[in-house]
């Protein structure tokens, strides 16, 4: 069982459109965390959100938490080429009170034409 | 040098061959994991290291063998693999383990022949 759903799993678009992508469970975490991994790289972290309903942007990028604390999502305004990459979300949750896992889901593959 | 590093960036092996993966971190760090990364999978945690201690093995076959000398450097031993160990092999690390914001390396891309 996917704990973590991203859609869509793979995107195309051209430079300047602007899209969203999705990361739902039907479980609550603690915290949700969005990476981007570029080909034959590691990923690098963009923003973590923590409280329901939470908002916040990254230049282009908005991510928001939604209030159940069970989903997010991430807009990019006026893609650019430099979007492109494999967007993984990662939700935090408590095994204990003091010991915290992070679960990855598949990623959204953008690629962003010029 | 900056962030978290890893050797070799690629590998191939053989599934009698014995190799190591090497991960560094250069950040004050306390906490040290492997992840593997396969196409059309989830990233796998594997093993987490929290104060050089072993904290969690996520059920890896014996074939993987971590050791962890210190906070800074983490390894990773393979013997006997098979061709579905073929992956992207991520260290990571963070300021402490849990709930803290994680650093990856650029990844060992691992082919077993």
């Known amino acids: 069982t996917q704990l973590l759903e991203q859609s869509p799993q793979f995107l195309s678009i051209q430079e300047g459109e602007n899209l969203t992508v999705y990361c739902n469970s039907s479980s609550v975490f603690s915290s949700l965390q969005w990476y981007r991994q570029e080909p034959g790289e590691g990923p690098v972290l963009l923003v973590t959100?923590?409280?329901?309903?939470e908002v916040k942007k990254l230049k282009r990028l908005t991510f928001q938490f939604g209030d159940a604390r069970k989903d997010s999502s991430l807009h990019i305004t006026a893609a650019q080429p430099g979007d492109t990459g494999l967007y993984l979300c990662?939700?935090?949750?408590?095994?204990?009170?003091?010991?915290?896992?992070?679960?990855f889901g598949k990623g959204t593959l953008l690629t962003v034409n010029p | 040098e900056t962030g978290v590093t890893q050797t070799p960036r690629h590998l191939v092996m053989g599934m009698t061959n014995k190799k190591s993966l090497k991960c560094e971190q250069h950040?004050?760090?306390?906490?040290m994991y492997w992840y593997k990364q396969s196409a059309k999978k989830p990233l796998e945690l594997m093993f987490v290291?929290?104060?050089?201690?072993?904290?969690e093995n996520n059920s890896v076959p014996s074939r993987f063998s971590p050791e962890c000398p210190n906070s800074s450097h983490l390894f990773l031993h393979l013997h006997t693999l098979q061709p579905e160990d073929s992956a992207l092999y991520l260290c990571a690390s963070s300021l402490r383990g849990g709930a803290y914001e994680q650093y990856f390396g650029p990844g060992t891309r691992l082919t077993v022949t």
């Open positions: 990662a939700g935090e949750k408590a095994k204990s009170s003091s010991n915290y896992k992070l679960t």
């Open positions: 959100v923590v409280t329901g309903g």
């Open positions: 950040l004050g760090h306390n906490a």
């Open positions: 290291y929290n104060f050089k201690e072993q904290t």
